[in-house]
């Protein structure tokens, strides 16, 4: 199934993309570490399907529990203390509140940037950051692209060496290292080719010359007009929210928040709003596509 929000202009993806993982780096109320962890797992499943359910699941949710139980061990702030550790340090529901919200925050942001690499492809940074940074664009579309090219380069360089008994798995201990740095030669000889290849590439085209036309396929309409205005007025107002103390939220010494009232719920609801922006359109778009076809 296809992304809709991928289709919309780069710079309506790219600030949207920005907005919350810069939110979801800052706010570390509970509510909108909650919100912004359920939308993030459940974008990048959308997106992802079952390899986001296995990397969710099999590898974020440990980490998020490892990461909550790190914590404790080494911050013994607060002033609620549940225990003693054998060491005689005090465990204190403060230190382990906070750990279970960086373990969140952190994993959150790592889904984002899941998200992030699925729709923000290197067209569209070059596009939105070519006639800027010609240079740094296209070193970041090349990391970008570097990657995947890089692992699945690996791959057939590991199984070209196996059909002739010289991979990492063949041998003895020392075999298997001299296997590894031939396969890590090889890999870093193919990788300086390929950047000169890309460079002398794009040179050739007269990328970053002044005064260079270059041909898109982004552009602007009513829609991207529309999710533009919706991404500018919920950031705008989580910024009045946040530089107003609504989503003000203290873990050492003591937790302590703001009360909650009308306007500190709207925040909360702008946020939600704000995270929900993706799975919005492309529930609406499938509501619309089925619709099409039922009328068949």
Known sequence: MK????????????????????????????????????FAFSYSIYLNRSKAIKFN???????????????PAFNHEGVTIITYLHNG???????????IAAAAMFVTVICWFSCYN?????????????????AMSLIFSMVLRFVPKFKAQLTIVSHAQRCIGRDVSNGSVISRIMHGIRILSIMVTWMLENAIETADSMKSRGYGLQGRTAFSIFTWDSRDKAAL???????????????????????FPSMRSVELSVFSTSVFVSYAILCAIPLSINVWEDYKWKSLQSNI
């Open 57 to 71: 699941f099999l590898y974020m949710l440990p980490l998020l529990v490892m990461t909550a139980f790190i914590n």
């Open 118 to 134: 699925a729709i923000m492809t290197s067209d569209k940074f070059i596009y939105l950051f070519g006639r800027i940074i010609p």
């Open 229 to 251: 205005i919706a991404i500018v007025l919920t950031g705008g107002y989580l910024i009045i929210g946040a530089c107003t103390k609504a989503l003000y939220f203290r873990y």
């Open 3 to 38: 992304d809709s929000f991928s289709s919309f202009h780069p710079i309506v993806n790219f600030l949207y993309f920005t907005l919350v993982i810069l939110f979801s780096m800052v706010f570390m109320h509970p509510i909108c570490l909650a919100i912004s962890i359920t």
């Open 89 to 99: 340090n005090p465990l204190t529901l403060e230190s382990i509140t906070y750990g």
